[in-house]
């Protein structure tokens, strides 16, 4: 089942301007993570943020999250062109080594 | 050593073959699970292996067999796959069982063609 739901579902942007996603989810969670996965291969873990952080940042990545409106949003800063990716949210709904439920995802292009 | 390993990297098989896909890790950690994926789609969970025993399984068809030889090895063997089976099969492993606050760690994935 999904729990996320990513918007946009695509983005296409300019090298240099911002990027922001969002994401809503349905279930209370524990924490709520962000992954990004180039070109069909493996996800790599950005960040995560936990139910009682409002805002959390790393380098380049700011990500907020409203547990009262069950989202989160990702800000990517001065993008470049080796961000083009999938980037999806991914919650923990079973608090635990239930694995992970990933959001639908949004396809982030940088024209160079 | 920080990674996952999974092979092999693309397979393709018809509808009739026994085939394994295999992840390794070396980083000690006790939680290990399958994912799929289709294309343009997000991973789904397939299996949960905590301290090398199944722990979910999320009505995964039988024809996935799942196994946790040791605490660093997960194998998936297939066995009478359909065509709607190709996808991208992603392993993952976490440190600790039961730690919602842990990352998952991803292997790049088996692209599988089921023919």
């Known amino acids: 089942s999904q729990q996320g739901e990513e918007d946009p579902q695509a983005l296409s942007i300019q090298e240099g301007e911002n990027a922001t996603m969002n994401c809503s989810y349905k279930?209370?969670?524990?924490?709520l993570q962000w992954y990004r996965q180039n070109s069909g291969r493996g996800l790599v873990h950005l960040i995560l943020i936990r139910s009682n952080e409002r805002e959390k940042h790393s380098g380049r990545l700011r990500v907020t999250l409203d547990t009262s409106k069950k989202s989160s949003s990702l800000l990517i800063t001065a993008s470049r062109a080796a961000d083009t990716a999938s980037y999806f949210c991914a919650t923990d709904p079973g608090g635990g080594a239930d694995g992970l439920t990933f959001g639908k995802g949004t396809h982030l292009i940088i024209q160079p | 050593d920080t990674e996952v390993t999974q092979t092999p990297k693309h397979l393709v098989m018809g509808m009739t073959n026994k085939k394994s896909l295999k992840c390794e890790q070396h980083?000690?950690?006790?939680?290990m699970y399958w994912y799929k994926q289709k294309a343009k789609k997000p991973p789904e969970l397939m299996f949960v292996?905590?301290?090398?025993?199944?722990?979910i399984n999320e009505s995964v068809p039988s024809r996935f067999s799942p196994e946790c030889p040791n605490s660093s090895l997960l194998n998936l063997h297939l066995h009478a796959l359909q065509p709607e089976d190709s996808a991208l099969y992603l392993c993952?492993?976490?440190?600790?069982?039961?730690?919602?606050?842990?990352?998952?760690?991803f292997g790049p994935g088996t692209r599988l063609l089921v023919l």
């Open positions: 993952a492993s976490s440190p600790r069982p039961g730690w919602a606050q842990e990352t998952q760690y």
């Open positions: 279930t209370s969670i524990n924490n």
């Open positions: 980083m000690g950690h006790r939680a």
């Open positions: 292996y905590s301290y090398e025993k199944l722990s």
